[in-house]
């Protein structure tokens, strides 16, 4: 293994956990209020707004710290990579339907980003991270 190839798989990681924690703080912060964006999808009942939301969160925040955490990245960035693509594919899908929401949720309700295009590019940035990521990281060796 080359310590380059070290170096850019530790800054991958470094990257993902961050982004995954940055967009988790940013909604447990009024986890409330994301569950209401998540309800401008029109896709849930509204019963069910707060778990979804708290899912969401708590997945995020799981994962980043695995990321963090150096222990098995493959399978976290795989994960990360599952999660990504939902997202990428959620959005495009909502466009599609002709939503035009002033808040994607991205980042929770204290920096509302409108759903567009861009926000399905972005998703799909972050999962080729991820995939760069898991091509990268050696797999582990079961007994």
Known sequence: MSP???????ALRGLVGTILLVTAVGKL?????????LGTYQAFPESTLLAIAAAVVLAEL?????LFSGWRPRPAA???LGMHLVYAAWSAISIARGLHLSNCGCFGVFWPRPLNWSTVVEDLVVAAACGAL???TPRYRTA
């Open 4 to 10: 380059g190839s070290r170096r850019g798989r530790i």
């Open 134 to 136: 898991v091509a990268l």
């Open 78 to 80: 795989f994960w990360a």
């Open 29 to 37: 912060l009024d986890i409330r209020g994301f569950a209401k964006v």
């Open 62 to 66: 799981a994962l980043a710290i695995w």
